[in-house]
């Protein structure tokens, strides 16, 4: 059974804070994915990863890095987190198939900052 | 850029029939997938569609028009538990790799 798994459910973290949002997948997929979702305003992408150490900005870059020092982990950092952060995250992964490859997601860290 | 829009909301009765349309604007159009998300769940797949027309997997199809960037999902004998929400998605290329873009979701309400 596939699995990508987030380290927490719900956190809730102060401003100002930095926050580690930690992503595992246990299928060797090369793509992995964080996206933000807020009602109404779908899955928005943070940040993605082709490869080890290799990433690209999404729509939503901003106050967010990532990390993936190694191919089953991918890691979002909130820099300093503000209260604009509340949020749910979710993570995904994805082999290099073509565009219809499916993609395999995370239950989702509901973050709260306050 | 790219988009994606949805209707927000959908509200059908059991055992009719829905459609969930989906407009796009993409900078690479590698076709439109469809991904179907319970309240409190993780999203999951359900179709693609890389050519025009209508692909059906059981009680779902999926549709596709390129030349009008305008897609939809199809539901039919509607479930209780098709009560989710659902998201279209396209493959745009960012770089060398596979960008995931999702849009901004349906939410479809099943009544008894």
């Known amino acids: 059974d596939v699995k990508v798994t987030q380290s927490s459910r719900y956190l809730v973290k102060r401003t100002g804070e930095k926050v580690f949002l930690e992503c595992v997948q246990d299928m060797d997929h090369e793509n992995m994915f964080w996206y933000r979702q807020d009602p109404g305003l779908g899955l928005r992408l943070i940040y993605f990863?082709?490869?080890?150490?290799?990433?690209e900005k999404g729509d939503i870059p901003e106050g967010y890095s990532v990390s993936r020092e190694k191919k089953e982990r991918f890691s979002l950092i909130l820099e300093s987190a503000s209260t604009n952060q509340t949020s749910m995250y979710l993570c995904?992964?994805?082999?290099?198939?073509?565009?219809?490859?499916?993609?395999?997601f995370g239950q989702g860290t509901r973050l709260t900052v306050v | 850029g790219q988009s994606l829009e949805q209707p927000s909301e959908v509200t059908a009765v059991e055992g009719a029939i829905v459609q969930i349309n989906c407009t796009y604007q993409t900078s690479g159009f590698y076709g439109l997938s469809w991904y179907q998300q319970h309240d409190g769940g993780a999203p999951t797949f359900l179709s693609y569609?890389?050519?025009?027309g209508l692909e059906e997997t059981g009680r779902f199809s999926s549709f596709l028009s390129r030349s009008d960037s305008y897609g939809y999902l199809l539901l039919q004998e509607l479930q209780m538990k098709d009560s989710a929400s659902y998201f279209c998605?396209?493959?745009?290329?960012?770089?060398?790799?596979?960008?995931?873009?999702f849009g901004t979701g349906t939410l479809l309400a099943v009544q008894p």
């Open positions: 998605a396209v493959r745009d290329r960012g770089g060398a790799t596979n960008k995931l873009i």
């Open positions: 990863s082709y490869d080890v150490k290799m990433k």
């Open positions: 995904a992964s994805s082999s290099l198939g073509g565009a219809g490859t499916e993609a395999f």
């Open positions: 569609n890389a050519l025009d």
